[in-house]
């Protein structure tokens, strides 16, 4: 049904900026929503932003005026610009798509990519 493929995770000095991409690839689908999320060390996943097929996003608390989502529908990809990296951000960080397929409902993760941001 859905692939996705991340990128563009990697090590990054405090301050510094990455961002990452996720781009959903399959037949027979429509994306409903894309999100970011995260996992450090020890601790649960969470959602740190996502964004609709209308344009509406939501972030967390803890990345609002330091990340973007953004998306471009015609190639099913959604981006998450990382600005003002702080160590507490370093995690694995997911790609999940939130789909309908011959009119059932589903969601996808990625594989997950890596960011480390050093003090």
């Known amino acids: 049904q859905v692939q996705l493929v991340e990128s563009g995770g990697g090590l990054v000095q405090a301050g510094g900026s990455l961002r990452l991409s996720c781009a959903a690839s399959g037949s027979g689908f429509s994306i409903n929503a894309m999100g970011w999320y995260r996992q450090g060390s020890g601790k649960q996943r969470e959602l740190v932003a996502l964004?609709?097929?209308?344009?509406?996003?939501n972030y967390a608390d803890s990345v609002k005026g330091r990340f973007t989502i953004s998306r471009d529908s015609a190639k099913n990809t959604v981006y998450l610009q990382m600005n003002s990296l702080k160590p507490e951000d370093t995690a694995v960080y997911y790609c999940k798509a939130y789909y309908l397929y011959s009119g059932l409902s589903y969601s996808y993760w990625g594989q997950g990519t890596q960011v480390t941001v050093s003090s």
């Open positions: 964004i609709t097929s209308g344009g509406s996003t």
